[in-house]
């Protein structure tokens, strides 16, 4: 993911100018800017075009004098039901196609403007039917806000699988909205392990938190106190925990997340026996076209699963190393 200037080779990370038609692109100079035109121009017109169209969606609903349907006032009145007002749902198909070509430009702007979008389309419409909160935890660990990832997740898992699953009701706007913050993500994953019935777009996400946690755990087992402060860790469940950072013996936790990897590991196979070995090499899955229709389980779940988060998994140095060794371990096993 490119986090300063998009101009090949360029490495500058600061005293940047927006690229002002699809501002989701950066550049150190006019001079590099222009370079860069020509492998920039069409997916910028494209995202320039497809805002548009959410800008003139947009217009005509606050422009609307409000019927027995619909307010005056649907982004404020409607906040929770916007898929149930049927004028309301050309603008969120428009603006789900914002982040469709915003989740492709591999910018930092792009992956956060892209979320930014997801989690207000999720205010506008609690019961998510364009199903768009399974982009977002791709998205949120692109971006290393792996805690953030793991409360969004669990939210999700609680009340579509969970405890919360036949007591929530959607319709009522007072009732807590993703809600969970600063879970403990070291706990367990019975929440999200449902055996074949498991969600492959909750087991990869998950899965890579708890990856990025093991090799964090790692490296802090291997690593001298006094030679800490210039570590690089993954995940910034550990970068922010004090407790952890000045402890040297990790071997309980890391032997505790080894088994919720083992146990994801497993939930994953009997969803879909080819989910591990396609992260570990997703290229001839994500390049075929986008399936239009979805099996739970089924290799088309897979395939767009694997687009929303492969990325996020091939950012992460060491992580298909991990599910390497956990695919050597369960060789032979049934």
Same mark, same amino acid.
């Given at each position: 993911?490119?986090?300063?200037?998009?101009?090949?080779?360029?490495?500058?990370?600061?005293?940047?100018?927006?690229?002002?038609?699809?501002?989701?692109?950066?550049?150190?100079?006019?001079?590099?800017?222009?370079?860069?035109?020509?492998?920039?121009?069409?997916?910028?017109?494209?995202?320039?075009?497809?805002?548009?169209?959410?800008?003139?969606?947009?217009?005509?609903?606050?422009?609307?004098?409000?019927?027995?349907?619909?307010?005056?006032?649907?982004?404020?009145?409607?906040?929770?039901?916007?898929?149930?007002?049927?004028?309301?749902?050309?603008?969120?198909? =428009? !603006?789900?196609?914002?982040?469709?070509?915003?989740? %492709?430009? @591999?910018?930092?702007?792009?992956?956060?403007?892209? *979320? /930014?979008?997801?989690?207000?389309?999720?205010?506008?419409?609690?019961?998510?039917?364009?199903?768009?909160?399974?982009?977002?935890?791709?998205?949120?660990?692109?971006?290393?806000?792996?805690?953030?990832?793991?409360?969004?997740?669990?939210?999700? =898992? !609680?009340?579509?699988?969970?405890?919360?699953?036949? %007591?929530? @009701?959607?319709?009522?706007?007072?009732?807590?909205? *993703? /809600?969970?913050?600063?879970?403990?993500?070291?706990?367990?994953?019975?929440?999200?392990?449902?055996?074949?019935?498991?969600?492959?777009?909750?087991?990869?996400?998950?899965?890579?938190?708890?990856?990025?946690?093991?090799?964090?755990?790692?490296?802090?087992?291997?690593?001298?106190?006094?030679?800490?402060?210039?570590?690089?860790?993954?995940?910034?469940?550990?970068?922010?925990?004090?407790?952890?950072?000045?402890?040297?013996?990790?071997?309980?936790?890391?032997?505790?997340?080894?088994?919720?990897?083992?146990?994801?590991?497993?939930?994953?196979?009997?969803?879909?026996?080819?989910?591990?070995?396609?992260?570990?090499?997703?290229?001839?899955?994500?390049?075929?076209?986008?399936?239009?229709?979805?099996?739970?389980?089924?290799?088309?779940?897979?395939?767009?699963?694997?687009?929303?988060?492969?990325?996020?998994?091939?950012?992460?140095?060491?992580?298909?190393?991990?599910?390497?060794?956990?695919?050597?371990?369960?060789?032979?096993?049934?």
């Amino acid at each position: 993911m490119i986090t300063g200037c998009s101009r090949e080779h360029c490495t500058q990370q600061e005293n940047l100018s927006r690229c002002s038609r699809c501002l989701v692109v950066q550049y150190c100079s006019p001079a590099h800017q222009k370079e860069d035109w020509s492998s920039h121009k069409s997916i910028c017109a494209k995202l320039k075009k497809a805002q548009d169209v959410v800008d003139k969606e947009e217009a005509e609903l606050r422009a609307h004098p409000g019927d027995m349907w619909m307010s005056a006032n649907p982004f404020e009145d409607h906040e929770g039901m916007f898929w149930s007002i049927s004028e309301t749902r050309p603008y969120m198909r =428009a !603006r789900y196609g914002v982040v469709d070509i915003q989740m %492709t430009m @591999d910018t930092q702007l792009a992956i956060s403007a892209a *979320l /930014s979008n997801i989690m207000d389309m999720l205010r506008l419409c609690r019961g998510d039917n364009m199903g768009v909160r399974d982009i977002a935890p791709g998205l949120f660990l692109r971006l290393h806000r792996d805690q953030e990832c793991y409360d969004f997740v669990k939210w999700w =898992a !609680r009340v579509y699988s969970g405890e919360e699953s036949k %007591t929530y @009701d959607w319709g009522d706007m007072s009732q807590p909205y *993703l /809600s969970i913050h600063n879970a403990d993500v070291f706990e367990d994953v019975n929440l999200f392990d449902c055996g074949e019935y498991s969600e492959i777009s909750t087991l990869l996400p998950i899965m890579l938190i708890k990856i990025r946690l093991l090799l964090d755990l790692r490296m802090l087992h291997a690593t001298p106190l006094y030679q800490r402060s210039n570590m690089r860790l993954g995940t910034d469940v550990i970068r922010n925990n004090a407790t952890l950072l000045a402890t040297q013996d990790r071997t309980p936790q890391i032997a505790e997340v080894e088994k919720q990897i083992q146990q994801l590991y497993d939930a994953g196979c009997k969803a879909n026996k080819q989910t591990w070995l396609a992260v570990m090499n997703p290229e001839p899955i994500v390049k075929r076209p986008r399936p239009m229709m979805i099996t739970p389980g089924g290799v088309d779940d897979l395939h767009l699963n694997l687009l929303y988060n492969y990325k996020a998994w091939g950012e992460t140095r060491g992580a298909t190393e991990v599910l390497e060794e956990f695919v050597r371990r369960n060789a032979g096993r049934k």
